[in-house]
């Protein structure tokens, strides 16, 4: 592959374009937000400017619901020679493309399963998909080369491509992201009048529980909305078990011993039923560890600022892998911490230094779990 249209620039699209434009293909950066895309380019992403021409792919990492009419207009002005998609579900943008009068033999589904509670391309990084499965799923109208293609999409991105139809894809979903984000989001809503006090007193626990829970609500409605069925269909199972388990509990402390005995054993059996679901979820895998420094940068809170900052940084042949903001309010200045690869260190300070940035000493080394 050597040029690609990426059209949403917010996490997943930003991290696509990186991990492309890494590899030598020649990214161009489409958006309805010009900020995404500037910000886009602004982290060397790829080019504003449109091809000239048709290119090999055109990667459509919007939200779901606008898959089949963005792959439409795309095919009408004969943007890319092949298009696949991002979203977290598959069956409905399959339909709708459908619909919506595309062509279906150059279009192939996609799913990276990979991600973050962020949005936005502030958040992207070219190493997301390392090692991450990323479901592909041809129709029996897609083309041949459409796979192919998509296949080296995966490849080029560091994924582990996954063939499956689009039903089965939304239902395996249902149960390993989609269900459990609603989960997550109920239990954190509990602490939502939760007092300080009880709150202060949290442990990591909690924050592997909710982390999830702070996804962006458009996109999370969207992708439940075309999937609600599956996922209702994991929560009935899951209801059931919680009824279960309160029966259980309200029995523990007050029963007669013959009462609590039982209960005392239902409860272990779920809590054992949980050990042993745990048990099968995959770890993560990433096919090469990467250890990055960060290196905090102090900016001032000025329009363009942080352009400016991630172009310096461009320029100098640096990609950064991720950037932290602290704001600190009534301050001139914000902190910006930026993740690059530890060898990439003494480069960008040199930069930084001579194009006048202020940066702390002592650089943090952040592991990746
Ligand atoms: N957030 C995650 O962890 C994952 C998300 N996905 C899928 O990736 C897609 C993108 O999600 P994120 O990158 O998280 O969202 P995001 O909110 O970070 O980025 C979406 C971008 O698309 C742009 N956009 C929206 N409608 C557009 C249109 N009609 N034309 C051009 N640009 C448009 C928005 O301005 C935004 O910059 C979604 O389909 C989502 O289901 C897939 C895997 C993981
Ligand atoms: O944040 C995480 O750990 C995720 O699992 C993110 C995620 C969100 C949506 C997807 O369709 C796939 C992955």
Known sequence: MRTAVVV???LIGTSIAL???????????????????????????????????????????????SIGTVLARCQRDGLAHTYTD???VKVRPHEEVRAAGGDPSRYIGGHPLAGAERSGPLAARADLFEGRPW????SPLTDRSALNRGLELVSLCGGVP??????????????????????????AA????????????????????????????????DILTANADAVADVLDGFAKDLE???????????????????????????????????????????????????????VPDQPGALARLFSTVGEAGVN?????????????????ELLVESTSVAGVRRVLDANGWTMREKPLLVGEG
């Open 8 to 10: 949403g620039t917010g």
């Open 19 to 65: 991990a492309l434009s890494r590899r030598g293909v020649l990214v161009y950066l489409d958006d309805a937000d010009t900020t995404a895309a500037r910000t886009a380019e602004a982290l060397g992403a790829g080019s504003l400017e449109m091809p000239a021409g048709q290119v090999d792919l055109a990667v459509l990492a919007v939200p779901p619901a």
């Open 86 to 88: 991002v979203a977290s």
């Open 135 to 138: 479901v592909l799923t041809p």
């Open 162 to 187: 996954v063939l499956m139809d689009t039903d089965a894809h939304d239902r395996a979903v249902a149960l390993t992201s989609h269900a459990p984000h609603l989960v997550a989001s109920m239990m």
């Open 190 to 221: 509990r602490l939502e009048h939760a007092e300080a006090e009880h709150i202060r007193v949290s442990g990591q626990g909690l924050r592997d529980v909710t982390r999830i829970a702070a996804g962006e609500p458009a996109l999370w409605s």
């Open 244 to 298: 279960r388990l309160i029966a259980v509990l309200r029995a523990l402390p007050g029963a007669e011993s013959e009462a609590r005995r039982a209960a005392a054993a239902d409860l272990q059996e779920l809590l054992r039923r949980g050990n042993r679901g745990h048990a099968r979820v995959p770890h993560k895998q990433r096919s090469q560890p990467a250890e990055y420094v960060a290196i905090p940068v102090a």
């Open 320 to 336: 950064i892998e991720d950037v932290r903001i602290e704001h600190s309010l009534d301050q001139p200045s914000g902190l910006v």
